[in-house]
């Protein structure tokens, strides 16, 4: 049995692709969570979905972050639940401090909505243990604030603790400021917490998860999630 609740903000949009996803990938259903609500029910995974919460005001994910909701999500997050958080939820994931660094305008200023590599980095975290570490896979992504940005300090911790998860890339695998659409430092599309169980990312796998959507290599998120509470069991 997988419980996993969706958050849901004004502005989210991606809410119901992920619910759709993980209901047929898993098998298992899937709660809603309502940000104004005080509490999310117990769960295995708690999911920010994509989108533009609160309109995007102030910054993104600024004032989801200090939704009612948030506290509970913050709060079980320390406690040890899973956190994911794709595009709008990857901004507020950090907004939230719950990762380090920020996410900003794109270096083009235009907002972006196509099909890019990643290379895993990271195989061992709670969301990836479904693929190889160096993988390429095609995932999308749909944003105009995927700049990640943080200080040469916070950069060179997430090197060494080996927290970047996923990087821009070709399909090749090959790094360069070429394959990065976003302008990211060193190419982050992804990071995770120390001990591997809260991952934000900006691409969307909940976009690619079956045949009929373009491709596959989104889906083993959501089966390393399954695979890694199995194990923990």
Aim: glycine fraction near 10%; aromatic fraction near 8%; charged fraction near 20%.
């Amino acid at each position: 049995m997988l419980r996993t609740s969706v958050i849901v903000f004004p502005g989210s949009n991606c809410d119901r692709d992920v619910k759709v996803a993980i209901e047929r990938i898993t098998g298992f259903p899937v709660t809603m969570v309502w940000h104004g609500d005080a509490s999310v029910p117990a769960s295995d995974l708690i999911v920010l979905p994509g989108g533009f919460s609160y309109g995007d005001y102030l910054r993104c994910g600024a004032m989801a972050a200090h939704s009612p909701i948030m506290r509970d999500v913050i709060a079980k997050a320390k406690a040890g639940t899973p956190v994911l958080g794709i595009c709008n939820g990857f901004q507020v994931l950090c907004e939230a401090g719950l990762l380090p660094g920020v996410l900003m305008r794109n270096a083009s200023l235009k907002f972006i909505c196509r099909d890019v590599h990643l290379k895993v980095e990271n195989a061992k975290t709670f969301f990836t243990q479904c693929y190889r570490e160096g993988q390429v896979i095609k995932v999308p992504i749909a944003h105009a604030e995927g700049n990640y940005f943080a200080d040469a300090d916070t950069i060179g911790r997430l090197e060494d603790e080996d927290r970047v998860v996923f990087r821009y890339s070709d399909a090749d695998g090959n790094v360069s400021p070429e394959t990065c659409p976003n302008g990211a430092q060193r190419n982050i599309a992804g990071i995770c917490s120390a001990d591997g169980r809260i991952l934000g990312m900006m691409p969307h796998p909940e976009r690619l998860y079956e045949l009929a959507l373009g491709g596959t290599d989104g889906r083993r998120i959501f089966e390393s999630a399954v695979v890694s509470l199995a194990a923990a069991a």
